[in-house]
């Protein structure tokens, strides 16, 4: 049974910091792309960024480039979204996904459950 169990949210003030992951199981291939989306009350799913498998590869949304970084660790099946210089409107559920690349949620596959991050002004 393939899983993505994510973690890391939490509240934090304007300008701070957070880390979410996503530790991923039961995928009977390993070369998968591992994604990040958000969905902020009212709004669309978008995607914040997404890394692959084997080159690294990354993809950043222009609202978040140069404030958030995604890694993966391969060894531990995880994805890692550092997110730095918060925002109000980065207010949002952060979901993981894996799959095909690209940003649009219908690359993906699998998701999981979501993790609030909650940036106060």
């Known amino acids: 049974e393939v899983q993505l169990q994510a973690s890391g949210g939490g509240l934090v003030q304007a300008g701070g910091s957070l880390r979410v992951s996503c530790q991923a199981s039961?995928?009977?291939?390993?070369?998968?792309?591992m994604g990040w989306f958000r969905q902020a009350p009212g709004k669309e799913r978008e995607a914040v960024s997404c890394?692959?498998?084997?080159?690294?590869?990354?993809y950043y949304a222009d609202a978040v480039k140069g404030r958030f970084t995604i890694s993966r660790d391969n060894a531990k099946n995880t994805a890692y979204l550092q997110m730095n210089s918060l925002k109000p409107e980065d207010t949002a559920v952060y979901y993981c996904a894996a799959g095909r690349w690209g940003n649009s949620p219908r690359a993906y596959d699998y998701w999981g459950q979501g993790t609030l991050v909650t940036v106060s002004s």
């Open positions: 039961g995928f009977a291939r390993d070369v998968y792309t």
């Open positions: 890394i692959t498998r084997s080159t690294g590869r990354t």
